[in-house]
């Protein structure tokens, strides 16, 4: 069997990384499987464990990282994000392949690791456009809120680095521009 390929899908908070993905899982033809990444966050009101993300403490946490456990890890507002190594590689030896849905100081750490990853950097149409988004959330304080965007500008900042930049204007349009670029990178 051959093996899986890895894709980053990276950009700001807020800019539908997670939208533009679960249209992207409706695909079959793409032999799509999620990392779940590992967090010491709260979940929110909808996500479930393991679906949406791998719930821990601090302490399991940074163990984890002591353990050279993680692909990647970073902290941000407050909380520690993270892939965990031996998950990703049991998909990718599936021959899955494998969509890590992260913020960008964890797809740099991916991207020096792992060059041949397919990486994607997502954009909104604009900061506006982005803090409409933010804000429609309702699950943070103003200050949260001012900190992803001062984070996300300077995330934009990077795109460059990615192989692709896809802008998030539209959720379906996104969603193709994406398979259309995962379809071009398979064997």
Same mark, same amino acid.
């Given at each position: 069997?051959?093996?899986?390929?890895?894709?980053?899908?990276?950009?700001?908070? /807020?800019?539908? &990384?997670?939208? +533009?993905? @679960?249209? $992207?899982?409706?695909?079959?033809?793409?032999? #799509?499987?999620?990392?779940?990444?590992?967090?010491?966050?709260k979940?929110?009101?909808?996500?479930?464990?393991?679906?949406?993300?791998?719930?821990?403490?601090?302490?399991?946490?940074?163990?984890?990282?002591?353990?050279?456990?993680?692909?990647?890890?970073?902290?941000?507002?407050?909380?520690?994000? /993270?892939?965990? &190594?031996?998950y +990703?590689? @049991?998909? $990718?030896?599936?021959?899955?392949?494998?969509? #890590?849905?992260?913020?960008?100081?964890?797809?740099?750490?991916?991207?020096?690791?792992?060059?041949?990853?397919?990486?994607?950097?997502?954009?909104?149409?604009?900061?506006?456009?982005?803090e409409?988004?933010?804000?429609?959330?309702?699950?943070?304080?103003?200050?949260?809120?001012?900190?992803?965007?001062?984070?996300?500008?300077?995330?934009?900042?990077?795109?460059?680095?990615?192989?692709?930049?896809?802008?998030?204007?539209?959720?379906?349009?996104?969603?193709?521009?994406?398979?259309?670029?995962?379809?071009?990178?398979?064997?």
């Amino acid at each position: 069997m051959k093996r899986g390929m890895l894709i980053i899908l990276s950009g700001p908070s /807020g800019v539908g &990384k997670g939208t +533009v993905r @679960e249209e $992207l899982f409706k695909d079959e033809s793409l032999n #799509l499987a999620y990392s779940i990444s590992m967090t010491t966050r709260k979940p929110r009101p909808a996500e479930k464990e393991g679906v949406d993300y791998f719930f821990v403490d601090e302490k399991t946490f940074t163990q984890k990282i002591a353990d050279g456990g993680l692909i990647e890890w970073a902290k941000f507002v407050g909380n520690y994000y /993270g892939t965990p &190594k031996d998950y +990703v590689e @049991e998909l $990718l030896d599936e021959g899955k392949n494998v969509v #890590l849905e992260i913020e960008v100081q964890g797809a740099l750490q991916v991207m020096k690791k792992c060059p041949d990853a397919l990486t994607i950097f997502l954009v909104p149409p604009s900061m506006e456009e982005l803090e409409r988004r933010i804000r429609g959330r309702r699950t943070e304080s103003e200050d949260i809120v001012m900190e992803r965007l001062n984070k996300a500008r300077k995330e934009i900042a990077t795109k460059d680095q990615y192989k692709y930049v896809v802008e998030n204007d539209d959720i379906m349009a996104a969603k193709e521009k994406i398979a259309k670029i995962i379809k071009e990178h398979k064997a």
